[in-house]
């Protein structure tokens, strides 16, 4: 079953075949980016909607200043993929120059951005799908989870079928996008109205437009850049050379989403389009273009595709930021083992359960988690670049004016944007952010502080091991009846330890009475304790009885062993064992005991 | 926590003291059967209003029948708690009368009677409460779902607490039902109009009068002999002489319904009440006649508190009833051991959990139960009068013409009336009852069977005991490092087994060369066996050596020694042991393997 849905195992030697060539890359790490003008220029429209139809002019000037922004960031983080070809992005950059609490925040800062995007691309794609067939909009929540799942089992087969599976709804998308646009811009210039008309009532004027209120426009805006990042984190992902194609595809990336991220707003303003409930934007727009035709359909497909395929940048680099963390021990060590097939298992799931309660909570609504996003990330960037500034001012390498420069610039216009995000979005939910990211925080310290302590606590003096023969230990077998598993539970206690006692607990004494006579008649040797329970427990006269008997005890461990049934099948094990059960529980915690479970497996 | 909550353990031989006297037992047992007059009869009215308001005159034929076929249960089973005095009721009549098959499924009716007592008394408790402040009305089942969680609570402290507890309310419902019966009757006789103008639009016609009509009245009117069973099923309970004590609170039990049901019945139909949602008929009567005053208010807290002690009977039968199938290996072991304080504790949670998931399902709405809840209790009923009779036949004893004409009656009438709720009520909800009755029955079979099979194959032959010294066991100690723990490991070992191997699994032999060095610096003289794994796999190596050392290992079982990871808080197991849990489950179904945990507790 699980070879069915996860393939064959692959082994450890195959990791280097499973880096990825520039067009998958783009695929793979861009599909965030790029498919992010599926709702950010909306972002803006939504809040220019506040100040009514005639605000929808400013549309233009904001989109400008995100690309802007895009060619601003974009160009710091080339440089940071050149001097840190081994990827790790922001996290490792953010240790290497500030130490441990910052890379967390930064590292925080960007799984909750992973997760965020997990679920506004799942959503944005269901969107799409919704927009295209209003008869689906009723069950948009289910068809989230759905795709959620089916992508968390893509991710579980490995990152090079997926980056197959995904590269040719990118490229659609990408060329389909260019021709809605251009044909949009033909129609525009030629002065032809729109194919189809696209209902949208003049909006009323809620809040007057104020400099607060383009600010906000703007830091919807600014969800555009998600995944810029995600090049940067995923450099030993690429084919050698690696640092050289990845800033290739980096610089590609850029252009698509500042072209089509600008086409969109110039089309949305011509066509006086309105963000309205079922139907996104970019579906109006289409609609508008070219008609709901063929090419609309299969606009609004690539649409959803490539938003899945953003979910998949999720997947492919949540789970290698957690490998980083848990390598440096900051968050569980399952999170470092590659699975059967190389992926990292444990991160994917998180990924997907997280990403999915996320859906759950919002309705798989867009617009709700807008505010959440943008201002983990644009931290994330505003370490990365500060990070990059300080290294060229430590090492003072070649050219390193030139680059202080240049990231000096990076990290003072994304850390305004990061305050700016912050503040404008307060109220919608930044707030819920700045709470959970020093969480975050103190949770990672947290895991790394036990494993410091486990590994101190654990530390061996060379001297202090022991290599002489030790006295056998004291060893005690639970039983309650005579059979064939007590019969089979005493011959192992006796090739165990010389020193070997049954116990029976009961509240029945003419229970216990047959007990001993069956004892008997059995011949068996090993002397036989009955302990009285008058209040029923089995519990407590065990504990009181393994009291009794420390203090004669050695150092060496006081053994305990109980018959465990093992049925043929899973659900028949509420019918067995929950005495057993009761006792583990109860030694669990006391030192200088071990406890057996001694398997008896029924036919 | 626990002892706060659950009180203090109590000895096995304080249970005689737990028997409870008549006016207690009148609370505990009665209970259910006397409080479905805050239900059964809304639930004629609800059936009657589909024929129109007219229809309502016809309300107190129904009632009456109502009465008389109380009349004829009660005295049918007064004979049984006098022939079973044991207690046990149904399941143990039918189970001596006609077998396994009849008496698990007249069992199983009344265990589906029981959980649908704790809803259904639980939602009407809580409409009682709603009615009076409607406020609550959207909270109605969070009250539902935390009055049942507090009635589990308090039934885990034991009966004779219960029974204290709840004794008031009883009463005070009795006695301020009975009064405002009276005052009701007084101002009928009078002529005096309703003290408060209970607003009712009269209901439009959806179906015709007819007999169909009036016979699902009928059945929806049965509900309210849902309790009667309990007296027979309890009688163990009573303070002696049990049975005589248990018949005469039976009669009172059922001359203070018959009163309460008529009265409620003639004031309903006088006063043109009508169900409606929100409020219930008690409500809306009680304002008629006494209008929204104090004694309004007390009527109906009196109301909610004996509807959460008609959940009790069910708390105090079920339990008690799963424990004699559990006795008779028809349910798993845990339904028979008394808890720390005597009560069943597994069949209480068994109880809460199963009340809670019901009331969920139907959002605390009573009159969705109410289809489902007489057709179990009346074919139990049925099973149960029909035990007595051919007991009469069989065993002939003094007075058998007698009690047999009056069992005879009984079975006939109760066997009726099953047929004619399940009928009438088949697409209300009756269908699933009769889905799920055989399906409980064959469940209980398969556990009997499984215990039955399981105690065969362990069935101990005398001859094949050995008491001769054997081989030791072969011993392999999985090891990740050379630490305190591992040297610890190595002591125990060495004490269990002359025959121990040290076996580590590694993908990277780096690693595995200073594991190694480390062997040899610290001087262990215990074998080290490295294994590599290309899948990075653990289990499959370990298997695989296994599978190798199998065939050379004599009858002994190999022992697996695993290190675990005890640390101080349970939330830290996330941290640790995640690849022994791995290994444990890949080996739990291996035969002649058995796998120790080592603790290591951590400080």
Redesign the interface.
């Known amino acids: 079953m699980k070879h069915v849905l996860i393939g064959q195992?692959?082994?450890?030697?195959g990791l280097i075949h499973e880096r990825i060539a520039k067009l998958q890359a783009l695929a793979v790490f861009a599909s965030d980016a790029i498919s992010s003008v599926a709702y950010a220029p909306e972002e803006i429209l939504l809040v220019l909607a506040l100040a009514g139809s005639a605000a929808f002019t400013l549309s233009l000037p904001i989109a400008i200043a995100v690309v802007a922004l895009i060619a601003i960031v974009t160009y710091s983080y080339r440089q940071t993929i050149y001097r840190y070809p081994q990827g790790g992005g922001t996290y490792r950059v953010t240790m290497d120059n500030f130490g441990d609490t910052a890379a967390l925040l930064a590292g925080s800062s960007l799984m909750l951005g992973y997760i965020l995007t997990a679920a506004v691309s799942t959503a944005a794609g269901v969107a799409a799908v919704t927009s295209a067939f209003p008869g689906l909009f009723s069950i948009r929540v289910e068809l989230a989870l759905v795709s959620l799942f089916l992508l968390t089992l893509v991710n579980l087969r490995g990152v090079k079928e997926s980056a197959t599976i995904f590269a040719l709804p990118t490229y659609v998308f990408i060329f389909s996008m260019l021709a809605m646009i251009g044909i949009g811009l033909w129609r525009m210039v030629m002065g032809l109205p729109p194919v189809e008309a696209v209902a949208s009532l003049p909006s009323a004027v809620i809040a007057p437009t104020s400099v607060f209120l383009l600010l906000r426009a703007f830091a919807s805006g600014c969800s555009a850049m998600t995944g810029t990042e995600a090049m940067a984190d995923g450099v030993a992902a690429f084919k050698e050379p690696q640092a050289k194609n990845a800033v290739v595809t980096l610089l590609w990336m850029a252009v698509i989403l500042s072209t089509l991220f600008l086409g969109m707003a110039i089309l949305a303003q011509h066509l006086h389009i309105l963000p309205r409930e079922g139907e996104t934007v970019l579906s109006q727009l289409a609609r508008g273009v070219v008609g709901r035709g063929p090419f609309y359909f299969l606009l609004q497909g690539a649409t959803a595709l490539i938003l899945f395929l953003a979910v998949n940048t999720a997947f492919a680099d949540f789970p290698r930021l957690a490998s980083f963390l848990a390598a440096d021990r900051f968050l569980?060590?399952?999170f470092i083992?590659?699975g059967?097939r190389l992926a990292f298992s444990t991160g994917i799931i998180a990924l997907g359960v997280l990403g999915g309660l996320l859906l759950l909570v919002v309705h798989a609504d867009v617009h709700l988690l807008i505010p959440l996003y943008a201002v983990g990330v644009f931290l994330s960037f505003t370490f990365s670049q500060s990070g990059m500034f300080k290294r060229w001012w430590t090492l003072r390498e070649p050219g390193w004016q030139q680059g202080m420069i240049i990231n000096g610039i990076g990290a003072l216009v994304t850390g305004m944007v990061t305050l700016l995000v912050a503040i404008t979005k307060f109220t919608h939910g930044a707030w819920m952010i700045l709470v959970l990211l020093p969480m975050f925080v103190i949770l990672f310290k947290g895991?790394r502080s036990?494993?410091d302590?486990?590994k101190a606590?654990?530390?061996?003096k060379?001297q202090?091991?022991?290599?002489f023969?030790?006295?056998?230990?004291k060893t005690i077998i639970l039983i309650s009846?005579?059979?064939?598993?007590?019969?089979r539970i005493?011959?192992?206690a006796?090739?165990?330890?010389s020193d070997v006692v049954a116990l029976h607990v009961t509240?029945d004494l003419d229970a216990a009475r047959k007990l001993r006579e069956k004892w008997v008649?059995?011949?068996?040797?090993t002397h036989l304790t009955i302990l009285e329970s008058?209040?029923?427990?089995l519990v407590y006269p065990v504990l009181a009885y393994l009291d009794s008997i420390e203090s004669e005890a050695q150092k060496?461990?006081v053994?305990i062993i109980l018959s465990a049934?093992?049925?043929k099948h899973w659900w028949?094990y509420?019918?067995?064992n929950?005495d057993g059960l009761r006792i583990k529980t109860a030694l669990?915690?006391r030192?200088n005991?071990?406890?057996?479970?001694?398997?008896?497996?029924?036919?």
Do not use: G
């Not at 202090?464 to 290599?467: A, E, K, Q, R």
């Open positions: 195992p692959l082994p450890t030697a569980p060590r399952q083992f590659r059967d895991i036990h494993y302590r486990v606590q654990l530390f061996l060379e202090t091991l022991p290599n023969p030790l006295p056998p230990s009846d005579v059979n064939k598993a007590t019969a005493l011959r192992y006796m090739t165990l330890s509240d008649k059995y011949h068996i040797r008058p209040y029923r427990s060496t461990p053994t049934i093992v049925p028949e509420i019918l067995h929950q669990l915690f030192a005991t071990v406890v057996i479970d001694y398997p008896y497996h029924l036919d």
